[in-house]
């Protein structure tokens, strides 16, 4: 196995071993989360990709979350990132749910920040993809954390956030999110220092779900988030993958932000991603604030 850095501050290319030699070799496994836990963004390229090794490979690193109530792929591990419609196979209209969740994926964000157990990582499998556009970016979030002063890391370091679904859908469309989709993903509350338990490292844990910090007046806690956002996302900080058949990626939730850009409405782009939940070996103790 070799490994070849992305960008000086996140993420590194996997060469030679498959997805299928993580799932069925426990050293080469032990190697590639070695990896994980310290570049963040992991790129395996060229791979016979299926739905089956991208469960084995997923599910090595630990359990896997449900797709969400009413997204594509509900019930099952496979949330479906797409504007194919499932029914009549025709690319979607401008303004259909699923071009205007393409949209909210545009917001920086770290995956499952609002569920009551949040992200390990996730794992993108590009299946179709447009000849243009639909790249996706990452900044690492220990690079945001080493850039703040010292006196906001003080502060921050015991502050809690709110994480919403509703919140960053909604600055797309206010009826993005459904009653049911509200429902079954109440807000969540994180502390927004997130220390990694392997190597000690600090990471800056907000997305576009943050929506509120405790104990900050909220006008406040929105123009904090809004300049912390700023921070991370500076020019020069993210890396930009372009994706080429047979992509697979995986990414650190605790310690980065993505998100994806757009692509001619008129491309088809199929996407296929699986997320694993934190455990309290991941550093989620202490992450929840006392109750």
């Not at 205007?100 to 920086?108: D, F, S, Y």
């Not at 690492?140 to 080493?146: C, E, I, L």
């Not at 994480?163 to 459904?178: E, F, N, W």
């Not at 850009?261 to 782009?269: D, M, V």
Request: with cysteine.
């Amino acid at each position: 196995m070799q490994m070849r850095k992305l960008h000086p501050e996140i993420g590194a290319e996997i060469i030679g071993v498959t997805m299928a030699d993580v799932a069925a070799n426990d050293d080469i496994y032990r190697a590639v989360r070695a990896a994980f836990e310290e570049y963040s963004v992991l790129l395996f390229r060229k791979q016979p990709i299926s739905d089956e090794t991208q469960v084995a490979y997923s599910s090595k690193f630990g359990p896997l979350e449900t797709a969400k109530a009413a997204s594509l792929g509900e019930g099952t591990p496979f949330s479906i990132l797409t504007n194919i419609d499932p029914v009549t196979k025709a690319l979607v209209p401008p303004g259909h749910k699923e071009d205007l969740r393409a949209k909210a994926n545009q917001l920086w964000h770290t995956d499952s920040s609002f569920r009551a157990l949040p992200a390990l990582a996730s794992v993108l499998s590009a299946r179709t993809i447009p000849g243009e556009g639909g790249e996706t970016e990452f900044v690492s979030q220990r690079a945001s954390w080493n850039r703040l002063s010292p006196a906001l890391k003080e502060k921050l370091s015991n502050c809690y956030a709110w994480h919403s679904y509703a919140h960053s859908r909604g600055k797309i469309d206010p009826t993005l999110a459904s009653q049911r989709e509200r429902d079954t993903l109440p807000p969540a509350c994180w502390r927004m220092r997130w220390r990694n338990p392997v190597n000690g490292r600090d990471a800056l844990y907000i997305a576009s779900h943050t929506g509120a910090i405790e104990g900050i007046d909220q006008g406040e806690a929105l123009k904090l988030i809004d300049e912390l956002l700023a921070i991370s996302t500076e020019p020069g900080h993210a890396y930009t993958h372009v994706w080429e058949p047979g992509d697979v990626l995986m990414w650190d939730n605790r310690a980065s932000l993505h998100r994806g850009r757009p692509w001619p409405g008129n491309k088809p782009r199929y996407m296929i991603r699986t997320t694993i939940s934190c455990t309290k070996d991941d550093g989620l103790a202490g992450v929840r604030p006392p109750q």
